[in-house]
């Protein structure tokens, strides 16, 4: 079923507390990627417009429960306001004197936003102390943090059983997509599985090998399966417990549904680092002092041939060391090629948005989630708490 969502409520005079997920790279107050922010205009704008008095609240960073200056919202604020061309201002707190003060300022279209809720040592443990303060500001709650959704903390699942609770735009429309890909994909479906750490991507491997035409592997997910082959992968260390990971998953493969695609060949370097020499070597033959960087041009046009048939293409995680040029050619290759394909195109985790983006390719996708963690517990079929707390929407009979 699927979420209310602002379009179900009438917000017009009512403060709204919208949790939106701002937690956008920040080096020393500098915004790196603002993807994120721009995502949640939309509901931002149409709460303004509908004379909503709204109040933002996100987390930045991991400040565990303390006050720390350096993850203050000030500078994703300061965004937001020249985003939409209003000054967003910003509480010195989350629910203390300085939140209600600022909450009592609002007219009818106005917005504030208060401090990193994650200062709060309430908010992870989901303290139903501070859900109750939080839901205090406010008479109605939003929610359009879907990259926070698998988090269930105060201010995305406690607070949503206090008040009337919906979702914003971004939410529904990441719920949409994501949902249409795994449920009612067009046919033939091709994912593409890169980044590193096969622990945290087995979950999502798991389910897509039960629900997709054709998967590809690639990035350091692939050593593990190299390995689980017999195949030595040279100075790219891999722990055990991945190799037995990979192999189970090997054996569980299920017959004949869907066909598993390791790289072919490999691009290897001595170092990772800008200027290496390179080499293009076999799968099987990665020479004991050398390191997997990216994948092989022969692996890059079998993805590509095996992406301009399909249906739809799902994406996680980049092919190689993108974020070193030289190393950044097999991930490209594969993004000019969903680019140039017919195929509805969905990509998401935060390296590979990147690496798409260095490719020129950005407005040739169809859809880039504005999730991480959030994105592959989707994927892997898990539901999210911030999301299951919202209301459903009620078919009006007749
Ligand atoms: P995403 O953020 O898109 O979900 P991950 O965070 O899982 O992706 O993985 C991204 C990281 O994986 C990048 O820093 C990239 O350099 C690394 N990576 C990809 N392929 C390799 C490789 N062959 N060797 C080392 N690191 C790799
Ligand atoms: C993210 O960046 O994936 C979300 O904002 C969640 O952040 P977290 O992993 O610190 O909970
Ligand atoms: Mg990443």
Redesign the pocket.
């Known amino acids: 079923m699927s979420k209310a969502t602002i379009d179900d409520i009438d917000v017009a005079g009512r403060r709204v507390l919208l949790r939106v997920d701002f937690n956008v790279p920040l080096d020393n107050g500098h915004i790196g990627d603002d993807r994120r922010i721009r995502a949640a205009l939309p509901t931002i704008r149409t709460l303004r417009k509908r004379g909503a008095r709204t109040i933002l609240v996100t987390h930045v960073g991991r400040p565990k429960g303390k006050v720390d200056a350096r993850l203050s919202v000030a500078p994703v604020a300061q965004r937001l306001g020249e985003l939409l061309g209003v000054p967003v201002p910003v509480a010195a707190d989350v629910v203390g004197p300085s939140a209600q003060a600022l909450v009592g300022t609002l007219g009818d279209g106005d917005l504030g936003m208060l401090e990193n809720v994650r200062f709060e040592p309430g908010e992870e443990r989901n303290d139903p102390e501070l859900a109750s303060r939080l839901a205090s500001l406010a008479d109605i709650f939003v929610n359009d943090a879907f990259g926070t959704a698998h988090r269930a903390h105060a201010s995305t699942e406690g607070v949503a059983h206090i008040l009337p609770a919906v979702a914003g735009y971004l939410m529904a429309r990441e719920l949409e997509v994501l949902g249409s890909v795994l449920d009612n994909p067009r046919r033939p479906v091709v994912a593409i599985l ?4 096969i622990s ?2 087995l979950g999502v491997l798991t389910n897509l090998m039960t629900r997709v035409d054709r998967l590809h592997i ?6 593990p399966f190299f390995r689980a082959k017999g195949a030595a992968t040279g100075r ?1 260390s891999v722990a055990e417990e991945e190799v037995t990971l990979a192999r189970d998953l090997l054996d569980r493969m299920p017959d004949g549904r869907c066909t598993f695609n390791l790289p072919v060949d ?2 290897v370097a001595g170092e ?1 680092r800008d200027g290496e020499p390179t080499e293009v070597v076999s799968w099987d033959a990665i020479p004991d002092a050398a ?5 092989g041009p022969a692996t890059v046009a079998a993805i590509a041939a095996s992406v301009a048939s399909a249906g739809t293409v799902i994406w ?9 040029e030289e ?1 950044a050619q097999g ?1 490209r290759g594969v993004a000019r090629a969903v680019a140039e394909s017919d195929a509805v195109s969905v ?9 798409v983006e260095d490719a020129g390719v950005t407005d040739k996708i169809d859809f880039i989630s504005t999730g ?1 963690g959030a ?2 517990e989707f994927l892997e079929g898990r539901v999210l708490p911030g999301v299951s707390a919202l209301r459903d929407r009620v078919a009006v009979p007749g």
Request: charged share 10%; net charge negative.
């Open positions: 890169g980044g590193a750490k945290t991507k690639g990035g350091a997910m692939a050593w790219s490999v691009v990772v390191m997997v960087v990216d994948v996680n995680g980049p092919l190689g060391v993108y974020e070193i190393f991930t990509i998401g985790g935060g390296d590979l948005a990147s690496a991480g994105t592959l």
